[in-house]
């Protein structure tokens, strides 16, 4: 919320220069240019924008609470809070101006010179990352909640702004990207908008090792795992894998978690029943070839 108030002294400056720069500063200057603003609908916008700043943080604190103890609503709740923030600054920054400026011909000739200048250079990026941010939410190649790799960083969609977009990573980093950037780069989205999400886990045995037994132990892990979402097919794929150093079969694991947040937990556990079954069963990894050198 700071941000947005500092954008909108950052813009009262602007109007007040640019009418300042028009004729040498004078005692009547000042005057005209104090006229400009309403002092009181300045004063009762430090009131809205307080106001604003603690309706955020409750909306915030109660999407928290509420989708920690109702997860299945938890993708819903995290839409309309995004939507909510983006219409109460909207909704601030109108108000806060009109409160704070007496309206004219001249000052609307001076905001529109001002709002050129800004596009055309200094704001020239945020311009960019405004229009992007539309086009985001209009296109949306992916939503608030999807977990989403782009350029190698991978993780949840947190908040999709005008501005930018915040991503929190499996390191519980948070990362904040220009929304301009996303239309040039390509992002895959996991789920989508679902809770639930593909995992992809491959395996690797011996050439000479049971490959029907291998995949059926596979597939009985992956089935019984208490984060398997089981209205989804559970699939294990046989291919052959040649490489300098080993030939090997690649059974590969394809199971839906029931909620993105358990993905490395259900890829772990997966693999521990997996490596559990071949142990007993006698079922070895592929040989390693080292090569000597003569």
């Given at each position: 919320m700071l941000r947005y108030c500092l954008t909108v002294l950052l813009f009262v400056l602007s109007v007040t220069s640019a009418y300042a720069t028009e004729e040498p500063?004078?005692?009547?200057?000042?005057?005209?240019?104090?006229?400009?603003?309403?002092?009181?609908?300045v004063f009762f916008s430090v009131f809205i924008i307080a106001g604003c700043w603690?309706?955020?943080?409750?909306m915030n604190s109660m999407v928290e609470s509420i989708g920690g103890q109702f997860v299945q609503y938890r993708m819903l709740l995290q839409k309309l809070q995004s939507f909510l923030q983006f219409f109460v600054?909207?909704?601030?920054g109108i108000v806060v101006f009109m409160l704070s400026f007496r309206i004219n011909d001249h000052i609307l000739a001076l905001i529109g010179g001002t709002l050129a200048v800004s596009v055309g250079f200094a704001m020239k990026d945020l311009a960019a990352s405004f229009i992007a941010g539309l086009t985001v939410m209009i296109d949306r190649p992916f939503q608030v909640g999807d977990r989403v790799t782009f350029e190698g960083h991978y993780g949840d969609i947190l908040?999709?702004?005008?501005?930018?977009?915040?991503?929190?990573?499996?390191?519980?980093d948070i990362i904040t990207i220009p929304n301009?950037?996303?239309?040039s780069e390509v992002t895959v989205s996991g789920n989508y908008g679902e809770l639930d999400m593909q995992v992809v886990i491959p395996f690797y045995?011996?050439?000479?090792?049971?490959?029907?037994?291998?995949?059926?132990?596979?597939?009985?892990?992956?089935?019984?795992?208490?984060?398997?979402?089981?209205p989804k097919p559970v699939t294990v794929l046989v291919k052959q894998t040649i490489s300098d150093s080993y030939l090997a079969?690649?059974?590969?694991c394809k199971a839906y978690v029931v909620d993105t947040a358990y993905e490395k937990l259900f890829e772990t556990d997966i693999t521990l029943r997996v490596m559990s079954e071949f142990q007993k069963h006698s079922i070895k990894p592929p040989q390693i070839t080292v090569k000597t050198q003569v």
């Open positions: 500063v004078s005692m009547e200057n000042i005057t005209q240019i104090a006229s400009l603003i309403r002092w009181s609908g603690l309706l955020i943080k409750f600054y909207l909704t601030a908040t999709i702004g005008l501005r930018s977009v915040r991503m929190r990573t499996l390191t519980d301009n950037k996303f239309l045995i011996g050439m000479n090792e049971d490959i029907v037994l291998a995949r059926n132990l596979i597939q009985e892990a992956a089935s019984s795992s208490r984060y398997v979402h089981l079969i690649q059974l590969t």
